[in-house]
T-cell receptor
Framework: NAGVTQTPKFQVLKTGQSMTLQCAQDMNHNSMYWYRQDPGMGLRLIYYSASEGTTDKGEVPNGYNVSRLNKREFSLRLESAAPSQTSVYFC?????????????????FGAGTRLSVL | GNSVTQMEGPVTLSEEAFLTINCTYTATGYPSLFWYVQYPGEGLQLLLKATKADDKGSNKGFEATYRKETTSFHLEKGSVQVSDSAVYFCALSDSGYSTLTFGKGTMLLVSP
């Protein structure tokens, strides 16, 4: 059981380039999330999707777009990368849907994508 | 709104020392509480949870008790090991929401 799989694991971009981070889960979870992690800032939610076909902004959505392709897959796109987007990106999923659910909100994380924008 | 406050790190201990990492929260409802752990180079993984007041979550020798009167969920371990070196995140889940609120994380460094 793979859980949450993120690709790629590492990426180096030049300023202005675009790229898509891929995420897939095999746990039949309803909700999926994208976070970024920066030193001293903890985890910050970029976007999330509480069900197939819906997406919502998190704390730091500017400069990103997302697509919930189907129930399994949730991608994060950087249209024009900036050095401020250098970070480690994590995808997560949970059983919780639009109604939430105290223990259904347990999130399962991928191993992360380490992105450098030069 | 909801918030989670953790003690700042790093927390530096010698092997077999007692560990406490403080966590307090603010929530509008009656949340569930979690501790996640992140080992170097990895994603976060659930360490333990508690779903109601006075519940004690435990796993791998770690414990935390849900204290509603002090809005706290402090993480403790009686004897830490070098392999416990990691970043620990406190988090809460509030009813009706499909997101978690995380603290900023506390790094633990254990030396032999």
């Amino acid at each position: 059981n793979a859980g949450v799989t993120q690709t790629p694991k590492f990426q180096v971009l030049k300023t202005g380039q675009s790229m898509t981070l891929q995420c897939a889960q095999d746990m039949n979870h309803n909700s999926m999330y994208w976070y970024r992690q920066d030193p001293g800032m903890g985890l910050r939610l970029i976007y999330y999707s509480a069900s197939e076909g819906t997406t919502d902004k998190g704390e730091v959505p500017n400069g990103y777009n997302v697509s919930r392709l189907n129930k399994r897959e949730f991608s994060l796109r950087l249209e024009s990368a900036a050095p401020s987007q250098t970070s480690v990106y994590f995808c997560a999923s949970s059983e919780a849907g639009t109604g939430g659910g105290l223990t259904k909100n347990i999130q399962y994380f991928g191993a992360g994508t380490r992105l450098s924008v030069l | 709104g909801n918030s989670v406050t953790q003690m700042e790190g790093p927390v530096t201990l010698s092997e077999e020392a007692f560990l406490t990492i403080n966590c307090t929260y603010t929530a509008t409802g009656y949340p569930s509480l979690f501790w996640y752990v992140q080992y170097p180079g990895e994603g976060l993984q659930l360490l333990l949870k508690a779903t109601k007041a006075d519940d004690k979550g435990s796993n791998k020798g770690f414990e935390a008790t849900y204290r509603k009167e002090t809005t706290s969920f402090h993480l403790e371990k009686g004897s830490v090991q070098v392999s416990d070196s990691a970043v620990y995140f406190c988090a809460l889940s509030d009813s009706g929401y499909s997101t978690l609120t995380f603290g900023k994380g506390t790094m633990l460094l254990v030396s032999p």
